[in-house]
């Protein structure tokens, strides 16, 4: 089993940053972890995952060189540090291990 509780969403001006967190407990030892966000009318989409020692990061066209994922695992957290942003990336943002998903975390950014 695994829970995951993300957090650090809010409401953010165009151009503004934000960080969020996501705090793993359980099985999580080796796991990769991925950010996926969904806008409303939207598919879910992947934004960002990393693997467990950090040494493999892929971002989704959409966010790169704005967003930056990464993991402390001695606190079993991984962060998604979004500068930059645009309204365009409004929408609730969840991470993963596997098949488990925590509750998500709004982020709205206004123009």
């Known amino acids: 089993q695994v829970q995951l509780v993300e957090s650090g969403g809010g409401l953010v001006q165009a151009g503004g940053s934000l960080r969020l967190s996501c705090e793993a407990s359980?099985?999580?030892?080796?796991?990769?972890v991925s950010w996926f966000r969904q806008a409303p009318g939207k598919e879910r989409e992947i934004v960002a995952a990393?693997?467990?020692?950090?040494?493999?990061?892929n971002y989704a066209n959409s966010v790169k060189g704005r967003f930056t994922i990464s993991r402390d695992n001695a606190k079993n957290t991984v962060y998604l540090q979004m500068t930059s942003l645009k309204p365009e990336d409004t929408a609730v943002y969840y991470c993963?291990?596997?098949?488990?998903w925590g509750q998500g975390t709004q982020v709205t950014v206004s123009s």
């Open positions: 993963t291990i596997a098949d488990y």
């Open positions: 359980g099985r999580t030892f080796g796991s990769y």
């Open positions: 990393i693997s467990w020692g950090g040494a493999s990061r």
